[in-house]
């Protein structure tokens, strides 16, 4: 099926720096969802938004619902080093989930 | 509370073998969905059960089953294995079918030489 386009594929920043990656799609959902995947392991869910225009925070990540359903960005301020990993969007819609291919995030300290 | 469990983590298999995975969800969760992961294709939707009945099926060849008990813990199986199968496979588990708040386990990563 469709996936989601998610970009940017792999980001190289300092630490201390923000960080901004977005997901789009030409259908719409009615659920977007964040993850977060370190090496060997499974991704675990950062942020869910469940309405168009939804703004969400948790902690030093900040999501957002597209007004169109159709995309959404999340933000990341202050990077740490343990910030380093593959994030992954994932939009969801009548039992049917799509993800994007995953934002590689690398923290230089 | 324990989180999702997949066994077993690691496996090598050659080609033609079939394989058996296990997750076991989060006690209380009766949905099960089952994810591929390659570096190319990402991570693709293979099947969902619910109270032990497939709800949901991706588009994947019919060497791909699974199931699921009655105490919600699933099995997934792959026949005569392709090197192309080689992935990470991982397991989710939800309250409801495809819930928001699915929790994925740690995966089975699936070599095949």
Request: hydrophobic content about 30%.
């Amino acid at each position: 099926g469709q996936q989601l386009n998610q970009s940017p594929q792999s980001m190289f920043i300092q630490e201390g720096e923000d960080v901004s990656m977005n997901c789009t799609s030409s259908s719409i959902f009615n659920t977007w969802l964040w993850y977060k995947q370190d090496p060997g392991e499974g991704p675990v869910l950062l942020i869910a938004l469940y309405k168009a225009g939804e703004l969400t925070s948790n902690g030093r990540l900040t999501a957002q619902f597209g007004i169109t359903r159709k995309d959404s960005f999340l933000n990341i301020s202050a990077s740490i080093p343990s910030d380093v990993g593959i994030y992954f969007c994932a939009g969801l819609k009548n039992n049917d989930m799509r993800f994007g291919a995953g934002t590689r995030l690398t923290v230089k300290p | 509370k324990a989180g999702v469990t997949q066994t077993p983590r690691y496996l090598i298999k050659t080609r033609g073998q079939q394989v058996t995975l296990s997750c076991s969800p989060i006690s209380g969760h009766r949905s099960v969905s089952w994810y591929q992961q390659t570096p190319g294709q990402g991570l693709q939707f293979l099947f969902e059960y619910f109270s032990e009945t497939q709800r949901n099926k991706g588009n994947f060849p019919g060497r791909f089953s699974g199931r699921q008990f009655s105490n919600s813990r699933s099995e997934m199986n792959v026949s005569t294995l392709e090197l192309g199968d080689s992935a990470l496979y991982l397991c989710a588990s939800s309250l409801v079918p495809i819930n928001t708040e699915a929790f994925f386990g740690q995966g089975t990563r699936l070599t095949v030489v």
